[in-house]
Each structure stands twice: as structure tokens, then as C-alpha cells.
């Protein structure tokens, strides 16, 4: 979080929205644009976190939990969700750095962006919900 902080303080400098993309392959892509720049980085290779035995999966444009038991559907690499939010609310989420969280993880929704920071211990987290301006279909 601490490496994201840095990147999205210098993208605070050239615009007020943030584009979030992400794909069930593991691809996060956080840009700014202007008319005069844009500003890209890519996280590679993230995970795709396991709530107890429930697989935690992101379904567009929402978020679905398979049943206990049964195995989850199989992941398409090519589904995305693209969403835009206010840059400065992103970046205070990325605060949280300093409580040394043990996970992070992000779902993208229809309305609004959902973090759970997890800490320490299993029953120990902050939930943050940071409001979409819009969302962009493929």
C-alpha cells in the first residue's frame, strides 16, 4: 500500500478521477488522464482471496460467494470491471497502510468500491466504501 500511496499522490497532481480496472486474471490498472498526459501503473500476478472455505469471487457487477461445498465456477481471464472514483477518496483508504495489514482486498461493484483492509487477527478488519462516478461496460 505504502508503493500505491506514492503513485497515486503523483496521479493526484494531474486529475481528480481515478480509472480502476481490474480482470479475474490477477490485473489491477490504476490511471489519470488529461488532455495534455496520462499516467498508468499495472499490478500483476494479485490473488484472489479465500473467506474460510468460501472462494471470494467477483462476478460483474457483483459480487458472488459460491456454496459451501461446491466447487466455484471456473474464473474467465478476460472479465473485467472498469470503474472511476474520486482520487482523493482512494487515496485516503491507502492510509491504512499504517496499521500493517495482513491482506487487502478490493471488489469492484456497480455503485461503489469495497475494501476490506484485514489485521493481525482473523477477526480484526476495516471495511471501506468509496462511491463510483461511473462504471464503463466493455
Do not use: W
Not at 481515478?18 to 496520462?38: K, P, V
Not at 499490478?43 to 461445498?69: D, R
Not at 477518496?89 to 469492484?108: A, D, G, K, T
Amino acid at each position: 500500500l505504502t508503493k500505491m500511496r506514492s503513485v497515486i499522490e503523483r496521479m493526484k497532481n494531474l486529475s481528480d478521477d481515478l480509472y480502476i480496472e481490474a480482470n479475474m486474471d490477477g490485473a489491477l490498472t490504476l490511471s489519470a488522464e488529461t488532455d495534455m498526459a496520462f499516467m498508468r501503473t499495472k499490478y500483476i500476478s494479485l490473488g484472489h482471496p479465500q473467506i474460510g472455505k468460501i472462494p471470494c469471487l467477483l462476478e460483474i457487477p457483483q459480487l458472488t460467494l459460491s456454496a459451501e461445498g461446491r466447487s466455484p465456477p471456473k474464473r474467465d481471464p478476460d472479465t473485467k470491471a472498469k470503474v472511476i472514483v474520486d482520487i482523493k477518496r482512494f487515496q485516503r483508504f491507502l492510509y491504512s497502510h499504517q496499521v500493517n495489514p495482513r491482506n487487502v482486498i478490493m471488489c469492484l461493484l456497480k455503485d461503489c468500491i469495497v475494501i476490506h483492509v484485514l489485521v493481525g487477527a482473523d477477526d480484526l478488519y476495516l471495511t471501506y466504501y468509496i462511491p463510483t462516478k461511473t462504471i464503463e461496460d466493455d
